[in-house]
């Protein structure tokens, strides 16, 4: 089976920086991912990781140690539309579809 | 333009209801799923569909049935509607396999009373 664990909640004020990091475990390894999702809207694409390392976009980085199964988003120069649901996800056993952890609820404080 | 589109955004009806929600996708994807997400932000796989062949039907009831027409579209009927099927349902699509990025729809938030 696959699963996925990241906080429920983190609070970080405007103009800081939060991380928001996911553990996961998973049979066959094709990448993970991080998708955010604001109140009454659709998820949509942040990034994707298949290798270790730190991939960045803009105020968005995101962290992947396969040795670890572990994975982070970082956001730099927090801005209160930043207020919002983030997940991470893996490609579901066979790759047809992604199992998504429970999501992290941010929130951006004045 | 719009890349994913789903109708109704709202559907409020009776248990034992049957009803139905739409899903177009003008990206020429090969991979369509449905989603559903309960009242706590849970995002779950129900179906994916490749090149209008169900590839993954995931522990759904049968009372929910997908049906693909074409590769652009996927659309789900849902049979005698229970209150625990209140949810929002997103469809999405993606180039290939899960790996390419997601495109989801706005959602349909389906209430049943």
């Known amino acids: 089976g696959q699963s996925l664990e990241q906080p429920s909640e983190v609070t970080a004020v405007e103009g800081a920086i939060v991380q928001i990091n996911c553990t996961y475990q998973t049979s066959g390894f094709y990448g993970l991912s991080w998708y955010q999702q604001h109140d009454g809207g659709a998820p949509t694409f942040l990034s994707y990781n298949a290798l270790d390392g730190l991939e960045e976009t803009g105020r968005f980085s995101s962290f992947l140690s396969r040795s670890d199964s572990y994975g982070y988003l970082l956001l730099q120069e927090l801005q209160m539309k930043d207020s919002a649901s983030y997940f991470c996800a893996v490609p579901y056993t066979g790759r047809r579809a992604l199992t998504f952890g429970s999501g992290t609820r941010l929130q951006v404080q004045p | 333009d719009t890349a994913v589109s789903q109708t109704p955004k709202y559907l409020v009806t009776q248990m034992g209801n049957d009803k139905s929600i739409k899903c177009e996708q003008n990206?020429?994807?090969?991979?369509m799923y449905w989603y559903k997400q309960d009242s706590k932000k849970f995002l779950k796989i129900m179906f994916s569909y490749n090149n209008k062949e169900l590839i993954i039907n995931e522990t759904v009831p049968n009372r929910f049935s997908p049906k693909s027409p074409d590769k652009a579209h996927l659309n789900l009927h849902i049979n005698s509607l229970e209150l625990g099927d209140s949810a929002v349902y997103f469809c999405?699509?993606?180039?290939?396999?899960?790996?390419?990025?997601?495109?989801f729809g706005p959602g349909t938030r389906l209430t049943v009373l």
């Open positions: 990206l020429g994807h090969d991979t």
């Open positions: 999405a699509s993606s180039l290939q396999g899960p790996t390419d990025t997601q495109y």
